[in-house]
């Protein structure tokens, strides 16, 4: 122990210019913000020498605020600076014609590309405005193409008045685009300029109407439409095995078979109608929204028979724009269809539809929910508590792996008396149950 202490001791005594320059380039060549690598440039000429191998630049959005430099200028000159640049993150402003020249210069190193354009302001223009940006701006995307080794690339807030000038990047592999207006051309084409992307992520954009991918390498697909809701979704993607969708109301997959989970949301409009085919992979799946067409619950319902982890968080069903309850659905055929089912998460008027009186009329005595181990309901309304609390008492009973029940009382108006009986109910069961049931 003593022998131990004296070398720790004599390590930490070694001053760091005593290092090979082998280990200070190492060390100093993992740096990443440009804040950063320019303080190492004004430490000492040694340091100034080894910050060439930094591999990485983040260029923050406040890099520039209270300095007088160049914007350009600066970037410019650290970019160049580096020998083997990697991984580029620009988040300051810039001009197009800068961006150009710097790719140009590192297209042999360059790998991931992250930028923040100026394109769009802190607020999402409307729609006139965003129009006449779109006609008056020149695609500041099209100097991108440049860089041909790219593995990934981001794009935060971008205005596309017509398909980027890439060519077709083979290497690429990972593309987020974020907070961009665009149509349901320039995507494709978009898309077509990468053949072999595994991931895709489009956040927060807005202008689409009609959605087609088609991806043979396509592994994790996450897309969030912003606007009315009602925009139409179709995949052909063999391989994916990850995907969540917000924003659709017609969604189709082909070649579901590897996928293993799903999200499908849609807050701002309705869920007419979803094609899956069958998901015999499938472990996770969320369902959420205000409202969903019952055939399209069904559907997907029908299609993840095997899934074993399901949450299922929608407010009302219909086929038309009137907002109505869900029909009715028996729990014995609900469970039998879900046997492999392990975790099940269960809100509002979903919860109420399976609580129907005949459920377990004429049931086979050897029923049971064989896999199920933690379930969570949350209950709104005290209305048909009965049928409620059997059927809570009735999945606590035949759930034979049950180790966790959490009941969430949300929201619940307390207007009558009928509130006040259900909640202590409520109540008497946890308190009958306490090893298993817990009340939120």
Known sequence: MVQFDEEMEELSSTHFDDLPDAIVQYILGHMKNARDVAACNCASKRWKDSTPYVRSLFFPRNTFDNVTVDPDTAVGQMILSTVWLEELIIYCPFSTSSLARWLSMKSNSLRHLELRMDTLNEKRPSEEDATKLLEEMPNKLDCIGAAKGLESLSLWGVLLSKPPKWGVFQKLRSLQIVGAKLTDSVLCDTLRACPHLNKLSLLSCYGLRSVSIELSQLE?????????????????????????????????????????????????????????GKLSALEFLTIRGVQWCWSAVSSILQSACVVKHLVMKIEFSGDSNRLQPFPEVDLVDFFNNHQELQTFEIHGAMFAALCQRNSLKNLDPTFTIPCLEEVLITVRSPLNAEQKMGTLDSILKYSTRLRKMVIRISKMKNCHTSADDFFEEICKFGFSNSRIVHIE
Request: charged content about 20%; some cysteine.
């Open 220 to 276: 994790e697909c996450r897309l969030d439409f912003y606007g009315k809701g009602d925009c139409m979704l179709s995949l052909s993607t063999p391989k994916i095995h990850f995907l969540d969708v917000q924003g659709c109301s017609w969604i189709r997959l082909e070649h579901g078979n590897c996928l293993t989970n799903l999200s499908v949301a849609n807050n701002a409009g309705k869920v007419y109608n979803v094609d899956f």
